[in-house]
């Protein structure tokens, strides 16, 4: 036979081989595109959520989320998103995680402070840090260290994955001109901040993102916090309510959460679980960056539209930020995971909050 004929054909034959070796992965990126072999193990993994489907920010930050950890680890470890309701319902995004249902969640960590007192620390705390300090703490301070070890006995591994920043004080359909106008006050509102306006004589409820603008609409709650500008014109909130106010004295800085099934990932190769690592704190910037971008034109908008944007009066706010000091305290002392986590807490905060007020407060008061 000819040589050169045979190193043809056969050259020929192995680029058909390849050819029909390659498919096309869900993220759109095929095998060979991507530089996967036949022989990689490949992995395909469910996403539930606590958040409607595409909800902007937040929604839409757990998608951008399965798409990098696709397109980073080039097709070999796929995530399918389920918003609250579609597999699971959106409280039950933690169990779905740890009965391995799903392998990962994406949602607020104060929504399981039933299962995990702890938890409701890690998300932030009224009068709390903001977002760069409780950064500064989750990355640098032990933070993360700690979650991961309040979440061990469930068998899932949390990782900071976005940050809404400062929120609102929440929609009223009633003035707030005093404490006394919190008694009886129903309110949708979450986390600690719900237990403190418990004390100071209202009634929290905790209800989906997804029913907040009816239940507000219909007089089933006299007034909600969701998140801000950006998040709660997307829900129609200032349909629902005359004033806005503000501070977000419940929620300075919260961070989101990636839930992870720990035996899921621990059946990843090393570089899949780093990819997933890289890909969390990735997104935690992402969420933040957005949320600064969008909530000043947002806010615009809802001021144009005749909303009655309100400070809390600063007796209103002394007394919850009292409450909320007692209500840690007895908290630290009925459970050891919370007390080990509020200690190193508000030992960072203390650090921190040193160089915040010389730096970004001065600043702010001056620019």
Request: proline share 5%.
């Amino acid at each position: 036979m000819d040589r050169r004929k045979f190193v043809k054909a056969a050259g020929l034959a192995g680029v058909a081989g390849l050819t029909a070796a390659c498919s096309k992965q869900p993220t759109g990126v095929s095998d060979c595109d991507a530089g996967v072999t036949s022989e990689e193990e490949r992995f395909e993994w469910k996403m539930v959520t606590t958040w409607p489907r595409d909800f902007p920010a937040l929604g839409t930050n757990a998608n951008r989320l399965a798409e990098m950890i696709g397109k980073l680890s080039n097709g070999r470890l796929t995530v399918k998103v389920y918003g609250g309701n579609e597999l699971v319902p959106p409280f039950e995004t933690f169990d779905a995680v740890r009965r391995g249902t799903a392998e990962m969640g994406h949602g607020a960590s104060y929504y399981w402070k039933g299962k995990i007192p702890s938890s409701l620390i890690f998300a932030g705390l009224p009068f709390g840090m903001i977002a760069q300090e409780l950064n500064g703490w989750l990355y640098y301070g032990g933070g993360l260290e700690l979650w991961q070890e309040a979440y061990e006995p469930f068998g899932i591994i949390p990782f900071p994955v976005g940050n809404s920043g400062v929120q609102m004080g929440g929609w009223f359909n009633k003035e707030i001109n005093s404490v006394d106008d919190l008694q009886g006050l129903v309110m949708r509102i979450a986390g600690l901040g719900g237990e403190v306006l418990r004390r100071a004589g209202g009634t929290p409820q905790l209800i989906p993102g997804a029913e907040i603008f009816t239940a507000l609409q219909t007089g089933t709650i006299d007034a909600t916090e969701w998140i801000g500008p950006f998040n709660d014109q997307a829900f129609g909130l200032p349909r629902a309510a005359k004033y806005y106010y503000y501070p977000g004295w419940h929620e300075p800085g919260s961070a989101l959460e990636g839930l992870v099934n720990k035996q899921a990932f621990e059946a990843l190769p090393s570089d899949l679980q780093e990819i997933i690592r890289t890909a969390c704190k990735a997104g935690a910037l992402d969420m933040l960056s957005e949320f600064t971008a969008r909530n000043g034109e947002a806010l615009t908008r809802i001021r144009e539209g005749g909303t009655e944007i309100r400070a809390f009066p600063d007796d209103v706010l002394a007394e919850l930020k009292r409450i909320t000091g007692e209500v840690l305290e007895e908290m630290a002392i009925k459970d050891e995971m919370f007390n080990k986590a509020y200690t190193s807490f508000k030992n960072f905060y203390h650090q921190v909050s040193g160089w915040t007020e010389i730096a970004e407060r001065y600043y702010l008061n001056h620019r």
